[in-house]
């Protein structure tokens, strides 16, 4: 795939409560389970869901959490008050300073994009190219840090979205959460949102806040390890107090 496997013209110019109802990822009536994953940083852990409204990304990252192909790969681009990325499986062996981003595995995800899957902290996105489609990597991700925004830069921040996405309409609660929460609203209808940090963001800042070269590239390599298991999502809920439509 081409170079810069996301984001391209969209860095930002350049976040904490729980997020809306509405940004959460539906549970499907009837399924008492959900895919919890963990996320294992020299930072300390993460726990992410993935979002039933989102099959596709779902179904493909659970694949991969499940074969351990995250296992070893860095956080290669980091950019505080924006974002952190990873899952380039060039980076596992990758030496000190050299180029990163470029990597696949050799097929995309198709775009699932909707309104009330937003870029708040904590979110977790799937990088792409350039292509018209919005189709996803099939393996590079990003978390949102981002920031909070004040009431008269959010709405630059919607109308830079909306130059994007025209039909996008971000609604008061998602409003309130970039002004509380924070995140990257600029991203918002261009990118696929398919999961979310519900345990651990303080981890997000901790990795963001690292040097880094000219390439975004942390100083100090950020390596990963993730797993995942089935738990009921009664047990999710009162560990981690994330709410279930």
Known sequence: MKKAFWLLLLLPFLS???????????????????????????????????????????????????????????????IQNFMIQGGDPNSKNAKPGEPLGNGDVGYTVP???????????????????????????????????????????????????????PERVMSDAQKQTYKTLGGSPHLDGSYTVFGEVIHGLAVVDSIARQPRSAQDRPVTDVRMRMTGAWVKKKKITKQYGYQYL
């Open 16 to 78: 904490t409560a729980h997020a809306d109802n509405d940004a959460r990822g539906p549970g499907k009536p009837g399924k008492k389970k959900d895919y919890l994953v963990t996320l294992e940083t020299p930072y300390g852990p993460m726990q992410l869901v993935l979002y039933d409204q989102t099959p596709k990304h779902k179904e493909n990252f659970i694949k991969l959490v499940d074969r351990r192909f995250y296992d070893s790969l860095l956080f290669h681009r980091v």
């Open 111 to 165: 775009a699932e994009i909707f309104p009330n899957l937003f870029h708040k902290k904590g979110s977790l996105a799937a990088a792409r190219d350039n292509n018209p489609a919005k189709a996803s990597s099939g393996c590079q991700f990003y978390i949102v840090q981002g920031r909070v925004w004040p009431d008269d830069e959010l709405q630059k921040q919607i109308e830079r979205s909306r130059s994007r996405a």
